[in-house]
Structures are given as structure tokens and as C-alpha cells.
């Protein structure tokens, strides 16, 4: 019987592969520097070079495999197994994921946006689990959601649903990526964390942050941010402080138009853990009508695994099922 199911999470800057057994067992984990710069044929190969070793390491073939779970990081159309527009790789433009994964590797596949193999991930194995009003939210770089509503994934008419860092919470805010102004994207990302804290850096006195990048701004992130504000610098904790009001609005707006039982926050920036929640439930408590201030709001579980392992879960659950029966995991 074939019981084992692979998943990956193609990143901007990592591709990470887990071989999963039939008991979500992690038999193999693999993390590798993505070869961004050579092209999607070439990032493809190497993903299916992943799937090999791991395969390789644990002495099977390719036909003990049920199925391949992939999360990229963009727009996909599921339906033609296409990546349409992933934002952070370059040339990757309507690519025929599909197509160009069975030249390499004859399996069953399931594609999907990371975010929602993220959440997916800790739906079934993680901090969402045994909740069927959840949303998970990854801020990292940017901001996006997974949505579930009554246990199901909701995905809108046109599979856009859930791009919450996109919601408006300044008038007249910061130009965003996405054409509109003051996005969350724009003021709770890791991202925006590290533009604050290069601001502040040109103003005198925060010469911890220009001590942990060796002087270098360029070098300044959100992991350094909140480094510093570990070491106990105010201002790296001010920071902190703001992204994460502007993030508790998001999720107070949130709260009250789907009233989930539970906000699961992941992602890089999460990584912070109650210097973020903290002030995050804060304005949530605040902010959002007395009947949804029972949402909890917790940190995910998985880490950076998330994503790899909803990919293998859910590949192994719909492929075998044909349809969305994911429940009894
Ligand atoms: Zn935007």
C-alpha cells in the first residue's frame, strides 16, 4: 500500500520539502536556498531534485508516493495547475507547474498558494486544530489569511479571498504594492517593521539596531527589530509596539465580520511571540463589538513547517478522497 505523500513550501528565499507517512509522521525534512536567479524551469527541477533525495534517504520510489503537495507564494490557478504570478520570483508568469512536475516525477499533485497550505497546515496538525471557524494568519514579508468558516476553506468566486494585508486601516496611508494606500501590509509586515526601524535609524540614538547589522541598514530586519527590543531597547520595542496595533485593528475589523473562534497567527514576524500577541489582543479587546471579543488569538504551531506540511496533508486527504473530506484528519 502507498502511504507516503511529499510537500513543499516554495518560498522567495527557501524551498522546504517534508516526506509525510500515513500517520503525518516527518520521515525527511529538507530546506534549501531557492535558485531563484536560474528561472521556474530550473527552481521546478531542483523541487523535484528535493523530492528525490528524500525519497533516496528513506530507500523508496516515486511509486510510493500518493501524491505531492505545492504551495507557492502568489496567484495559482488550481484547476490548470498553473502558477499565474508569484510576485517574489522572477519570470514566474503563467509557469505550467503541472505540466513541467510530471516531466520529472509521475504523481498525483496538488497545487495551492503557500498561505493556504499554511493554514491548512495548522487547521489539521496545529493551533487551529478542532476549530472550524479559524483563521490563520501569516505576517512575513506580507500579510495573507487562510479562512475557515464551518470547516471548510472559504475561498471567494474568483479564489481571492483572505488577502487581509490589503485591508485599509490608514485613509490617506502609504502607498501599497497592490495600488491602494495605507494597506496593513503597509504598517504590520515584516517588511514595514524593518522601513521603521531604517527610518529611525537615520535619527540619533538607536545605535543598538546599527551595532546588530554591523552598521550595514541594508542588512536591517524584522529579526533584527526584534532582537534589539530583546536586548531591551524602547525604541526597537515601540516598533513592535505599533506594527502590532495596526495588526489588532486588522483582526478587531476581522473579528466582527466573520466572528471566528480562533485567530492563529504565524509567519516570521510571529516569531516574536507575546511582544506582538500582547498588544494585538489588547486592541482586539478594545476595538471589536462586545460579542466578538471571545476570538482567541494564539500563536501557530508548526513554524516554518507549516506550510510543507499542509501541502502534504492535504495532497494525501484529496487526492485520495477526490474532494475537500479533510475533517476526520
Ligand atoms: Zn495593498
Not at 96 to 116: K, M, S, T
Not at 238 to 266: F, K, M
Amino acid at each position: 500500500m502507498v502511504k507516503f505523500t511529499v510537500g513543499i513550501d516554495l518560498g522567495g528565499t527557501n524551498i522546504k520539502a517534508v516526506l509525510v507517512d500515513q500517520n503525518n509522521e516527518v520521515k525527511g525534512y529538507l530546506k534549501r536556498a531557492v535558485q531563484a536567479e536560474l528561472g521556474p524551469r530550473e527552481v521546478t527541477r531542483q523541487m523535484m531534485g528535493m523530492v528525490y533525495t528524500l525519497l533516496g534517504e528513506n530507500k523508496l520510489v516515486p511509486a510510493d508516493l500518493r501524491g505531492l503537495g505545492l504551495g507557492v507564494p502568489g496567484l495559482v490557478d488550481r484547476r490548470e495547475e498553473k502558477a499565474v504570478f508569484l510576485p517574489n520570483l522572477p519570470g514566474w508568469h503563467h509557469i505550467p507547474l503541472g505540466q513541467w512536475i510530471r516531466e520529472e516525477l509521475d504523481v498525483p499533485l496538488l497545487l495551492d498558494n503557500d498561505v493556504r497550505m499554511a493554514a491548512w497546515g495548522e487547521k489539521l496538525l496545529g493551533a487551529g486544530r478542532g476549530w472550524d471557524d479559524m483563521v490563520c494568519i501569516t505576517v512575513g514579508t506580507g500579510i495573507g489569511a487562510g479562512i475557515f468558516l464551518q470547516g471548510k476553506m472559504f475561498r471567494g468566486h474568483g479564489e481571492s479571498a483572505g488577502e487581509i494585508g490589503h485591508m485599509t486601516v490608514e485613509k490617506d496611508g502609504l502607498l501599497c504594492t497592490c495600488g491602494n494606500q495605507g494597506c496593513l501590509e503597509m504598517y504590520a509586515s515584516g517588511r514595514a517593521i524593518a522601513r521603521k526601524a531604517r527610518e529611525l535609524v537615520k535619527q540619533k540614538g538607536f545605535n543598538l539596531i546599527l551595532e546588530l547589522v554591523e552598521g550595514d541598514e541594508a542588512r536591517i530586519t524584522a529579526a533584527t527589530v526584534a532582537r534589539a527590543a530583546e536586548l531591551g531597547d524602547s525604541k526597537a520595542q515601540g516598533i513592535i509596539e505599533e506594527a502590532a496595533r495596526y495588526l489588532g485593528i486588522g483582526l478587531a475589523n476581522l473579528a466582527n465580520i466573520l466572528n471566528p473562534r480562533r485567530i492563529v497567527i504565524g509567519g516570521g514576524v510571529a516569531g516574536m511571540g507575546e511582544r506582538l500577541l500582547g498588544p494585538v489582543r489588547e486592541v482586539v479587546q478594545a476595538r471589536a463589538m462586545p460579542v466578538n471579543r471571545d476570538v482567541e488569538i494564539v500563536a501557530a504551531q508548526l513554524g516554518e513547517l507549516a506550510g510543507a506540511l499542509g501541502a502534504a496533508l492535504v495532497a494525501r486527504c484529496r487526492l485520495a478522497d477526490g474532494k475537500e473530506k479533510l475533517k476526520e484528519i
